[in-house]
Nanobody, 124 residues
Framework: QVQLVESGGGLVQAGGSLRLSCAAS????????MAWFRQTPGKERVLVAG????????VYADSVRGRFTISRDNAKNTVYLQMNDLKPEDTGIYSC?????????????????WGQGTQVTVSA
């Protein structure tokens, strides 16, 4: 059974940085793309950034492009999200997710495996 375990969330002031990690364990061979989603109360999950295992192609939400960087370490089955110049609107629960090749990168419904989520809070 594949599991995704996130770490690295916390409280930071605006302008600060955080690095999230997502470690995948188990049979990960069916995973083609990994992504980070953010969810806030009363709203649906939205994609923050995604990356493919094979060639490292990335996608980003417009709101984070230039501030956030997603990367992966295939040897460690781990995906990272480096978040710089954080803003209060970046606050939310960040969840790591995995999908196969079908379905859109930005569509949360296309992802079939999710981590438990980690809270990121950015104070003004």
């Amino acid at each position: 059974q594949v599991q995704l375990v996130e770490s690295g969330g916390g409280l930071v002031q605006a302008g600060g940085s955080l690095r999230l990690s997502c470690a995948a364990s188990g049979r990960t061979s069916r995973s083609w793309r990994m992504a980070w989603f953010r969810q806030t109360p009363g709203k649906e999950r939205v994609l923050v950034a995604g990356i493919t295992w094979s060639d490292g192609r990335t996608v980003y939400a417009d709101s984070v492009r230039g501030r956030f960087t997603i990367s992966r370490d295939n040897a460690k089955n781990t995906v990272y999200l480096q978040m710089n110049d954080l803003k209060p609107e970046d606050t939310g629960i960040y969840s790591c997710a995995s999908k196969g090749q079908s379905g859109g990168a930005y569509d949360a419904r296309a992802y079939d495996l999710w981590g438990q989520g980690t809270q990121v809070t950015v104070s003004a």
